[in-house]
């Protein structure tokens, strides 16, 4: 219910109006003059006014205009014994909600006052709304209106101006970036440096250097001295993404500077004093890297002070036509070529496909549409989608196994006839990347030091890497 003032020169009528509205719950203020509401507006808020129009030392307009000048938001509802059309529309056209007549059924009016609070409390809450976009300057990519990416934005709200640690975690292609550069966007740092960095894109022996900088003579190669991408950052943000990925002796330099704010330049003794709020960001299981000795406990504690996961788009798909319209304008305007939207069948096709690459893969789909396409508006046909995606991952891996088990002898030395499995399949993936480490851990999901791991305990020989082969980046946004 709602908090409601009654302006009417009338006792007998304010206290008809009072008693019925409090059988409601409504809250209820009285005034007797234009003059009075206008001073009672001014000092408190209300969600609608009920005013006469004709009052001795002022009218109902002039109600209207006081309640306009504090909170345009106010629903008012106007009264008057005389009722003529020209009343009614210069009422309703100076911004009132409803225009009744005396004598009235005290139904019809509880049922106004009732549509008026509604109509009060859909006016702020849009308001706020409005705010909170406006707030979010830089994270015009976080589109939607799904549970999960209003509670995401919520997040990016509550969090952006404190100095905590940010853990993102999501899917490849979820957005994890647009969402730490929206938090510092947003933060009392927004004026300083954002720096971000893939963990998983460096070498782990350039790792420490990029990111904590080193002295000359510290490596081979370094021929002088360099700061880091921490000291980079100073007074800013950090964004570390692919933190999975992060060598031990990173981690622990890592975890140095966030219990102390204190860095040491790969080959250096001398301490130095930084301020840096860390975000971090990955598509992995931490605890699972945990359990498994890859991936720090008291690290993850430190990072993980305030976790925003982002949800897949396979579990928002009412958010993919926003996106698809949005991501058609921006697409069109980045390649100077007309812009066109997505057909209706065309759609239908997009929000059965699962998108394992989520908004990223949304995004390549469009582009090639977009160039590709011959008709004014984009087509099924315009989509090529791989059919086997179609159905879940879990089921096609399962029925796979399936198969493959089948085929096993009934009897067999499970832990050698695994080790065999899991060599032949890493020796065979690392010769089809053309010896590129980076992209045969792509095609396996796994990290490069996972991956280098497994390469040593089989003692599989590295290929010189393919001249001119092309590899993809999966993570590029």
Known sequence: MGKVLIVDDEPGMRRILKANLRRDSHVVAEASSALDAAELLSRED?????????????????????????????????????GTVELAVESMRQGAFDFLTKPFELDVMRAAIRRACERTALLRENAVLRSTVHMLEGADEIIGGSKGIRAVRDLIVRVAGANSTV????????????????????????????????????????????????????????????????????????????????????????LRVLATGEIQRVGSTITRRVDVRVLAATNRDLQARIQSGLFREDLYYRLAVFPIPLPPLRERPEDIEELCRMLCNRIAADMKVPGKQVSRDAFQKLVNYPFPGNVRELANLLERALILGQHPELQPEDFPLHPGLLAPTAFRTQLTIEQLAAQLPEELDLRDTLAQLERRVIARTIDAAGGVQAEAARRLGMSRSDLGYKVNKHSIEWPVPRQGLIVADKNAI
Not at 54 to 69: C, I, R, T
Not at 203 to 230: I, N, Q, W
Not at 248 to 254: E, F, T
């Open 167 to 254: 853990l993102i975690t999501g899917e490849t292609g979820t957005g994890k970036e647009v969402v730490a550069l929206a938090i510092h966007r947003n933060s009392p740092r927004a004026a300083r440096p954002f720096i971000a960095i893939n963990c998983a894109a460096v070498t782990e022996t350039l790792l420490e250097s990029e990111l904590f900088g080193h002295e000359r003579g510290a490596f081979t190669g370094a021929d002088k001295a360099r700061g880091g991408l921490v000291e980079a950052a100073h007074e800013g943000t950090l964004f570390l993404d692919e933190i999975a990925e992060m060598s031990s002796a990173a981690q622990a330099k890592l």
């Open 46 to 82: 209300f969600d609608v006014v009920i005013t006469d129009q004709k009052m001795f030392g002022g009218s109902g307009l002039d109600v209207l205009k006081a309640s306009q000048e504090n909170d345009k938001t106010t629903s008012v509802i106007f009264l008057t014994a005389v």
